[in-house]
């Protein structure tokens, strides 16, 4: 099993409040990345990080933003939910250093959260 | 454009029974397959990986093939078990761009009845 965590695993929230999706890990991965996963629909990339104070957008455009201060540590924020935002997202990491083919190895994912927002 | 497309979208099989998913793929330049195993509500599991080289990987019950030449792989499951029911997710990742990004699969949904 992994060691990738994320918080909270389930979030009920109302629009237009801020959010905070918590994801560390403690393999010591240099790369991180945010996923988010529809219901029956492949995992699109919002966010990934090469290392410490590094961090791009990735495919689908995502209202999010991240930060990386530590290593171990990648959260994401959303500073006024929508509706639309409604989804599962998940947190993985890998190993590698610098901006390297991510296609090498291995994605290690954390369990998720599923967020509500009504 | 690449892609990566798996069928059937869902299947279900009797406990102990064998079943065959399949992943096509467009994916150029190539660099790897996986198939994930995603319990419901949780991440995913890597099961295989396979380079170019590579026409089979087993992992106990599991066995992916790949066909390089038509951009094809399969997975067997084995004497399927209850906790079999997952979604098992096909990932292409490419080697033509500084990221190598992954290409995502929707899926096969695998209910197992007993």
């Known amino acids: 099993e992994a060691d990738i965590y994320q918080t909270p695993r389930y979030l009920v929230i109302g629009t237009g409040k801020k959010i905070t999706l918590e994801c560390s890990q403690t393999m010591g991965h240099d790369k991180m990345y945010w996923y988010q996963q529809d219901p029956g629909m492949e995992l699109h990339l919002i966010h990934y990080?090469?290392?410490?104070?590094?961090?791009e957008k990735g495919d689908l455009s995502s209202e999010s933003t991240v930060s990386r201060i530590r290593t171990e540590h990648f959260p994401l924020t959303l500073e006024s939910a929508r509706p639309s935002h409604t989804s599962q997202y998940l947190c993985?990491?890998?190993?590698?250093?610098?901006?390297?083919?991510?296609?090498?190895?291995?994605?290690?994912f954390g369990p998720g959260t599923r967020l509500t927002v009504t | 454009k690449n892609q990566v497309e798996q069928s059937p979208q869902s299947l279900i099989i009797l406990e102990g029974k064998n079943c065959t998913l399949q992943?096509?793929?467009?994916?150029?330049?190539?660099?790897?397959l996986r198939w994930y195993k995603q319990d419901t509500g949780r991440g995913p599991v890597s099961l295989t990986i396979m380079t170019f080289s590579e026409n089979t990987k087993s992992n106990g019950r599991y066995t992916a093939t790949l066909d390089a030449d038509t951009k094809q792989s399969s997975l067997h499951i084995t004497a399927s078990q209850l906790s079999d029911s997952a979604s098992y997710i096909c990932?292409?990742?490419?080697?033509?761009?500084?990221?190598?990004?992954?290409?995502f699969g929707r899926g096969t949904q695998l209910t197992v009845w007993p």
């Open positions: 992943c096509n793929y467009t994916v150029s330049p190539f660099s790897n």
């Open positions: 993985a990491s890998s190993a590698g250093q610098g901006a390297k083919s991510v296609g090498t190895y291995e994605q290690y």
């Open positions: 990932v292409v990742s490419d080697r033509g761009s500084t990221l190598g990004r992954l290409y």
């Open positions: 990080s090469y290392g410490v104070n590094s961090t």
